[in-house]
């Protein structure tokens, strides 16, 4: 949600910074602007829409700075235009601004500003801030922008410089994230690390209510207060290239295709199949407060949330501990019940997301023990956990999550056979049998994938279709919903995810030969009742794409070959199944996106990481 970007060093900061907005896309793609100072003289150049508006704006009027900020906007507060992109400035134009957030009190801000004499020119937000630092400007940008933050509400990432303060940027952070990339006489602040991975590998991550003076030979880092904090880099050990597309056409296309390796690597060290046991020591002191865990709550959102649904059904089956699951936007807002011994799990590909973390912190505040499964080392949610358990897909850059998904249900996997194993309710033998199995699912996944290219048929007919119903039970019904999400989020095609045995009270009525209606039939406890219901939809006219397991001979005989479509995967234990069921849903909301012409990395108004609420 935004990108932002940020240069001080003797390079030209322009491309610096616009190729560190592209690595950011994926945050926003509303519109994208760059402000550079030169001599003394500070230059704006804005562009309504994708990067490459801007690219070419920049390439038919090329601009140059010492030092500079960048930013791409996913729109909060006013329409998606150039007047309303960033960076934003004060009247004189002296001062500029980047953010990422919402500053909740802009309204009467705006209003006392405007009293005063500023213009606004602009719907946003964040003009406010430009505004309220210049009425506070003595010359010294640090005590200024120091200053307006005590009077800001909400929540931000902010970057800003003064023209007249050579080689200095101000960065602030409450809650959106932001990290500092260090180099040699050269400094760079950034949204997220891959936009500066060509720079640089060191990095400071700022924490909430830091504030940061950088110029080309110095990071200063203070907290809320301007007491100097000593805090050390990290070094980045992945390599840039798993941030590229590796010749793929789009991201999400590579990143179904990485769910093997991601699955392999979220298992690597963790599973001992000869003694039968999880180890997840890098939980900490938390792995031993396991053992005293009565009730898990698991809080998400989107297709975390879905692995969280999936996450309840692995812990009830293979841990026995109760579980329930809540978005993470619902969690605050009703009364949650926080007994003794509960543990609160947070799943979260980017470890940003502000209703996510909303939930975590106030299931922490009532007592909960804070776990958190999470993609991004470093991020505000695995600083704030007790334990983090880290899925290792390696950087998505894709809006619609893929392999961070399977990544998340192994997480999973491995905490309620650990809490089984704790808890004296999974025997040895039992857990040494379920870790075989799961240990073969990358394999199988490989072997699953390998249907990309039949996915056209299947493809060409759900791209002209306006409506779309998946269907699955049990541990499948959340792939059924994550099987929805997907194709609604890239292919814009209404589609919506059912328990296969609530049709009958209501979605039935929606069957008729025109809505595809894909079901998920794994062989196992639900198999014979999945079946009945595909009959259902086949004794009114429905057409049915059925996802089976391999060798499977029941499914087609209910089907018509010239009208319904089956996919099969590798079978699996039945609590492993649904990293290979969503794979065929990943590619079929994916192939269908590409045959709709549709942008598939960066779909109409989304994210990737939602840090308001
Ligand atoms: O980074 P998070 O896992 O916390 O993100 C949660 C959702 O915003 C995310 O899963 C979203 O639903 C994706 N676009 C789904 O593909």
């Given at each position: 949600m935004c990108g932002i970007v940020g240069y001080v060093g003797s390079r030209d900061a322009v491309p610096v910074i616009v190729e560190g907005l592209r690595q950011l896309e994926y945050r926003g793609y509303d519109s994208a602007g760059v402000a550079v100072v030169r001599d003394g003289t500070l230059q704006r150049r804005r562009s309504v829409g994708k990067l490459c508006n801007l690219e070419d704006s920049l390439r038919a009027e090329p601009l140059a700075g010492a030092f500079g900020i960048g930013h791409t906007r996913w729109a909060t507060h006013g329409r998606p235009s150039e007047e309303n992109a960033h960076p934003h400035q004060d009247c004189k134009g002296k001062i500029v601004v980047v953010h990422n957030g919402i500053i909740e009190n802009y309204l009467p801000l705006k209003t006392r500003l405007a009293a005063q004499g500023h213009k606004f020119v602009t719907q946003t937000d964040t003009e406010v801030v430009a505004h309220l630092v210049e009425s506070l400007y003595k010359g010294d940008l640090e005590d200024a922008v120091r200053r307006a933050l005590g009077e800001l509400e909400g929540i931000y990432a902010l970057v800003l410089l003064h023209k007249d303060e050579p080689q200095k940027l101000i960065a602030a952070r409450k809650g959106p994230p932001l990290v500092v990339g260090l180099g040699e006489k050269?400094?760079?602040?950034?949204?997220?690390?891959?936009?500066?991975?060509?720079?640089?590998?060191?990095?400071?991550?700022?924490?909430?209510?830091?504030?940061?003076?950088?110029?080309?030979?110095?990071?200063?880092?203070?907290?809320?207060?301007?007491?100097?904090?000593?805090?050390?880099?990290?070094r980045i050990t992945w390599d840039p290239i798993q941030a590229e597309k590796g010749g793929y056409r789009h991201f999400m296309l590579k990143e179904i295709h990485e769910q093997p390796r991601a699955v392999r690597d979220t298992l690597l060290g963790r599973i001992g199949i000869e003694d039968g046991e999880v180890h997840l020591e890098e939980l900490g002191a938390a792995e031993e407060e396991l053992k005293r865990a009565k009730r898990v709550m698991l809080v998400a959102c989107g297709t975390s949330w879905h692995a969280a649904l999936v996450g309840k059904y692995l812990l009830e089956q293979v841990a026995q501990v109760p579980a329930e699951v809540d978005y993470g936007s619902e969690f605050r807002y009703r009364n949650p019940l926080v007994g003794p011994a509960s543990l609160c799990v947070a799943i979260t590909q980017s470890g940003e997301t502000a209703d996510t973390l909303a939930a975590f912190r106030e299931a922490k505040r009532l007592g909960a023990l804070p776990i958190a499964i999470c993609n991004v080392q470093g991020s505000m949610i695995t600083r704030e956990a007790a334990g983090t358990l880290l899925t290792h897909a390696g950087p998505e850059i894709g809006v619609a999550s893929?392999?961070?998904?399977?990544?998340?249900?192994?997480?999973?996997?491995?905490?309620?056979?650990?809490?089984?194993?704790?808890?004296?309710?999974?025997?040895?033998?039992?857990?040494?049998?379920?870790?075989?199995?799961?240990?073969?699912?990358?394999h199988l996944m490989e072997n699953a994938l390998a249907m990309s290219g039949r996915m056209d048929d299947a493809a060409k007919w759900l791209s002209r279709s306006p409506n779309m119903l998946y269907l699955g039970r049990g541990v499948n019904y959340p792939i059924a919903l994550e099987g929805a999400l997907k194709m609604k989020e890239i292919s814009y095609i209404h589609a919506e995810g059912y328990p296969a045995g609530e049709m009958k009270h209501g979605p039935i009525a929606l069957i008729d030969e025109s809505l595809p209606v894909v079901a998920l039939c794994p062989r196992g406890r639900v198999y014979d009742k999945m079946l009945s219901n595909i009959q259902e939809v086949k004794a009114r006219g429905g057409r049915v794409i059925a996802i089976t397991f391999q060798g499977d001979t029941e499914v087609?005989?209910?089907?018509?070959?010239?009208?319904?479509?089956?996919?099969?995967?590798?079978?699996?234990?039945?609590?492993?199944?649904?990293?290979?069921?969503v794979l065929p849903l990943q590619l079929m909301a994916y192939h269908t996106a590409v045959r709709a012409g549709r942008d598939v990395d960066q779909p109409r108004n989304l994210a990737k990481s939602v840090t308001v609420e």
């Open positions: 050269e400094h760079f602040l950034a949204s997220d690390i891959p936009a500066l991975l060509s720079y640089t590998r060191d990095f400071l991550f700022l924490d909430d209510g830091d504030v940061v003076v950088v110029t080309p030979d110095s990071v200063k880092l203070t907290d809320s207060s301007g007491r100097v904090v000593k805090r050390d880099p990290q893929t392999k961070a998904f399977t990544a998340q249900i192994v997480a999973l996997a491995l905490l309620a056979l650990r809490l089984g194993r704790l808890r004296g309710t999974l025997t040895n033998e039992r857990c040494r049998e379920l870790l075989e199995s799961l240990a073969r699912v990358p087609g005989k209910v089907l018509e070959a010239d009208r319904d479509l089956i996919f099969d995967v590798p079978a699996v234990a039945e609590v492993w199944s649904p990293l290979l069921m």
